[in-house]
């Protein structure tokens, strides 16, 4: 017994000792998340500069809490931005992300290299980088691409959901391999390939979440630069078409690439779908006459989420699942190939803890109480990006 009480007590004192160290290392470390989808909000006419508490998951004072260096914003729409709408569209959110550090120059600057991102650390503004997240807002126009590059796109998430002519999703090779509908053949076509190839020319990372296998498959065949991928997690912790599998981690690792983790709870948590379902079964009729009005399925995960906080409360996974994760990925692939990909304001629930980007010193906390090196979680945090960040803007060409 007394053993017992000895070694709690050294338990103790160990965790304290590191809960004082950890906000130290939080803040000295480069801080980098690669997905979050402010920006759509944005478009509603919300200011990044107020106290969004309440309404988002960000807003720039609650980056600077939670020690955010780097935030990559993503560029996002469904397949409703298809031919004629997607680049538009995709044109408009950048607008909005270049006003408000127009409107913010105290507190921000837009990042499109390397340099500029030690520049932003440097003078201790949040570095604004851009991620577009969905191949279809380019409309199969390798001139689009060129365009948004210049404007600043540094990752590309070749698809969403939604299948590009020259691209499988995960969601529709899922449904092909299920129904044998969908377009034959899958993976990149010919002019998929040529897109990868165009954006390793020029620097922009090729992002390979929310991508079917086939496509992932062909790309590693493809790229010659290091891949991203920026918002996903473990398929054999969590089996969804979103996570990636075992033999993806390790040709992910062999391409020099850097897994991103996700904190939706439904891609850490093989539970939280079934928790889900019985939330919905209660809350039926109003879920369905949202259906009825033609909203989207995130649209009503987000409604439903404001209007019942303390039932989706019950509904989160610990933090613990965040880092069950991350261990895997490094136990299977070494600590070079993981870093972080909130996927803040695009998912309606995150792990308990993870309230929002203000949280993020407590994954350093965290990452401390498991026993991760200084230099390892630095690399977590975000040394691991910049690697592929410099790796994907070296010898370009434009
Ligand atoms: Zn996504």
Known sequence: MLQKLLLLLLLFQHCTCSSQEYKKLHEKALVVDTHND???????????????????????????????????????????????????????????????????????????????????????????????????????????????????????????????????????????????????????????KQVVRRMNEMGMLVDLSHVGEKTFWDVIAVTTKPVIVSHSNVYTITPHRRNLKDEQIKAVAKNGGVIHLNYYSGFLDSNYEKRKAIFAAKHASEIDSLKQLKWQTFEIDFLMARRHPADMQALRPPLTALLDHLDYIVKLVGIDHVGLGSDFDGVESTP???????????????????????????????????????????????
């Open 38 to 192: 402010v920006m759509i909000s944005m478009l509603e006419g919300l200011d990044l500069a107020k106290d969004l508490t309440g309404k988002t998951h960000s807003d720039l004072n609650r980056f600077k809490r939670g020690g955010v260096d780097v935030q990559i914003f993503s560029i996002w729409s469904d397949e409703r931005y298809e031919k004629g709408k997607g680049f538009n569209y995709a044109n408009r959110q950048i607008d909005s992300l270049y006003a408000v550090v127009q409107r913010n120059p105290d507190k921000m600057m837009i990042v499109k290299t390397p340099q500029q991102l030690k520049e932003a650390v440097r003078q201790q503004k949040l570095g604004a980088m851009i991620g577009l997240e969905g191949g279809h807002m380019i409309e199969d126009n390798i001139d689009y691409l060129n365009r948004l590059y210049e404007r600043g796109v540094r990752y590309m998430t070749l698809t969403w959901n939604n299948s590009t002519s020259w691209a499988s999703s995960a969601k529709d090779e899922e449904v092909a391999s299920t129904t044998g509908g969908g377009r034959v053949g899958a993976g990149l076509t010919p002019f998929g």
């Open 352 to 398: 308990l803890q993870l309230d929002d980007v203000a949280d993020m010193p407590k994954i350093t906390k965290a990452l401390v109480e498991r026993g991760y090196k200084k230099s390892e979680i630095k690399k977590i945090l975000g040394k691991n990006f910049l690697r592929i960040f410099r790796a994907a803007q070296a010898n370009i060409s434009n």
